[in-house]
């Protein structure tokens, strides 16, 4: 009877062990079940909804548009900055450019003429600084060779040599002639010894008078235009106005310039 009821006992708690298991199987079958019948076109739908982004907010999207727009206007803001600088500057110094170049030019060109006559050669040193247009004009007509040959054709010992296009009658032989009539000549620094000048009367033709003085004169601050001196051959100067002149202070033997060479050095 004991054996019998043992058995008994096994038998049953193997149906409750059985039954225990078939309900735990029977629960996942039944959460399994809704997956199968779910149709293809369902689970696709549904994996395109999992896969769609989500959606960004409007504060992020004001945030991103605003930052962009900073971005662009601090480009533009840099730009305009560095494109106006340079013209702002010129307008400030609106002469700065033309005037360095201009000086950059005056540099350039030679500052000493040698002129050569019968008696020797002379060196002058122009003054390019003081008197720019005349020692431009001076220049030009040296380099086209207008002073080749020209003579010297007053020469007033102890006052002025005059050389150019030959004189006629008038301004410019009434000035130097009047002006040694005073006999007593003060010292000016303008016009002291040896130096060159042009007369400042403006003239049709595009010759050019040019004068050496050899002793200050004053009396001709208003006449002359002082654009150079001699630093060199004082004594050929000296040795010109030597020369035997007629009553008009005309050589009676022909001197004057052979030929005149620019260098930048003496």
Avoid at 41 to 66: E, G, V
Avoid at 133 to 143: G, H, I, R, Y
Avoid at 174 to 185: P, Q, V
Avoid at 252 to 263: A, Q, R, T, Y
Wanted: overall charge neutral.
């Amino acid at each position: 009877m004991e054996v019998l009821a043992e058995a008994m006992l096994q038998s049953q708690l193997l149906w409750e062990n059985f039954s225990q298991k078939r309900g735990i199987l029977e629960s996942i079958i039944c959460e399994k079940q809704p997956m199968a019948r779910i149709k293809p076109q369902a689970l696709l739908m549904q994996s395109k909804k999992k896969k769609a982004p989500a959606r960004i907010s409007l504060t992020a999207i004001i945030a991103c548009n605003l930052t962009v727009f900073l971005a662009v206007f601090s480009l533009y803001a840099t730009y305009k900055y560095w494109y106006r600088r340079p013209s702002d500057k010129t307008e400030f110094y609106p002469n700065t450019f033309e005037d360095t170049e201009a000086l950059g030019e005056l540099k350039d060109l030679p500052s000493y003429a040698i002129l050569n006559t019968a008696k020797g050669s002379v060196t002058a040193e122009l003054y390019k600084d003081s008197s720019p247009e005349v020692v431009d004009k001076f220049l030009d007509l040296c380099q086209k060779g207008h002073f080749k040959g020209m003579p010297f054709h007053r020469v007033i010992k102890h006052y002025v040599i005059q050389g150019g296009d030959f004189p006629e009658l008038g301004a410019a032989e009434d000035w130097t002639l009047k002006g040694k009539s005073h006999s007593e000549l003060a010292k000016s620094s303008k016009h002291e010894a040896f130096m060159l000048g042009t007369t400042k009367a403006k003239s049709e033709n595009k010759g050019f008078e040019l004068f050496i003085t050899t002793a200050p004169i004053p009396d001709l601050n208003d006449k002359i235009v002082v654009f150079g001196r001699v630093i060199k051959g004082e004594d050929v100067v000296q040795e010109i106005e030597e020369v035997d002149t007629d009553e008009h202070y005309r050589p009676k033997s022909p001197i004057g310039i052979i030929d005149i060479i620019l260098k930048h050095e003496p």
